[in-house]
């Protein structure tokens, strides 16, 4: 068996999660099909990515592990979110399906892949397997109810804008 | 891109590089936070059947010190010279550490020294074995690591032989660890 040089600690979920509202912050600029407001949220939600990870340094001690891992675990899942939802965006909304591949396949799958290589590395016993399903679960269930209280144009192209 | 947009760029760009340095180096100070906590020692010596009168232990019983007898030309066994015991399940190995004098001439008063783990069932399930030759002590790599309950109790052995002729008065002494984990 190989042990890691340095353990991961559970904050490690918040900075990944961090890493990736940046580099959406600084995509979604480049990119002509956001509004011009949108980066600027991205660079919001990294920010407070790293006051949680300032507040969860000063609460450490007191602040269990179990505790620590879920609040960071559920910003990153809240990033992945993020960026399949502009993938879904870019396919679905805007119909640009070769972008949206070239999204996919050079962010969103390396993204998922990166967080669940770090999670394999991390996870250590049932309760967190258990947590990280029931958070990615409610963010799949939040990303399908964002979809269905989308905007008409969406409801459109998914074929019931009609009705 | 428009100007506009350029300069939107160059802002987050800004914001970006502060944003995640700095949060590296608060990840980077907290991962070199370390907390130490004391507990009592989960491996721990006692006394055994034949520690009377020969073992020191030390304070917390994580140490123990063992003043042996040698016999020229015949073995000396130690049955019990200190027992091991855990409050958890661990494993431990004997190891050795130090053995003084060595490369010298009164090294060629011993033959051997034993330390033979002794489990519950009065099965050897680890030896660690020195022996001379000439004026050099031939130290033994460390015992595999065993599997020690809670509870359990494992006796350590000692088997000394003095030389034929050795002369009255010499001693040696070895240090050896117990390793756990």
Redesign the interface.
């Known amino acids: 068996m190989y042990d890691l040089a ?1 353990e991961l ?1 559970p ?2 979920f ?2 990944l999660g ?2 990736f509202f ?1 580099a959406l ?2 995509l979604t ?2 990119m ?1 099909y956001f509004r ?1 407001g949108v ?2 949220l991205y ?1 919001a939600a ?2 407070f ?2 006051v949680n ?2 507040m ?2 000063e609460f ?2 007191a602040w269990g592990e179990y505790m620590r891992f879920s609040y960071c675990f559920m910003y990153l899942a809240l990033a992945l979110a993020n960026v399949i939802g502009i993938n879904a965006y870019l396919l679905v909304s805007k119909n640009l399906w070769s972008q949206a591949k070239v999204f996919a396949s050079a962010v969103t799958f390396p993204t998922i892949l990166i967080s669940a290589f770090f999670f394999s590395l991390y996870g250590k016993d049932a309760s967190q397997l258990f947590t990280a399903a029931l958070l990615s679960g409610a963010m799949v269930l939040g990303v399908g109810i964002a979809f269905l209280v989308s905007p008409e144009k969406i409801k459109k192209h998914m074929g019931r804008g009609g009705e | 891109m428009t100007h506009r947009r350029h300069l939107d760029l160059l802002v987050l760009l800004l914001i970006s590089v502060f944003v995640v340095s700095a949060s590296a180096a608060v990840y980077y100070t907290m991962n070199a936070q370390s907390t130490a906590t004391v507990s009592a020692a989960p491996v721990y010596f006692i006394a055994g059947g034949d520690s009377s009168g020969i073992l020191d232990p030390g304070t917390d019983n994580t140490y123990a010190r063992l003043s042996l007898n040698a016999y020229p030309n015949v073995t000396l066994t130690y049955d019990q010279a200190v027992n091991i015991t855990a409050t958890a399940t661990k494993q431990i190995r004997l190891s050795h550490v130090s053995v003084t004098p060595n490369n010298n001439a009164s090294v060629s008063n011993f033959i051997s020294v034993v330390f033979r783990l002794i489990n519950a069932g009065d099965t050897e399930v680890g030896r660690l074995m020195y022996n001379t030759t000439g004026n050099i002590w031939n130290t033994p790599s460390p015992t595999g690591y065993i599997m020690i309950n809670s509870g359990e109790e494992l006796a350590v052995k000692v088997e000394i032989k003095a030389a034929a002729g050795a002369s009255i008065g010499a001693s040696t002494t070895i240090v050896i660890a117990v390793d756990v984990k």
């Open positions: 340095t600690l904050e490690f918040l900075f961090v890493d940046v912050s600084l600029c480049i002509d011009r980066p600027y660079e990294a920010i990515g790293y990870l300032l969860s340094r450490m001690s």
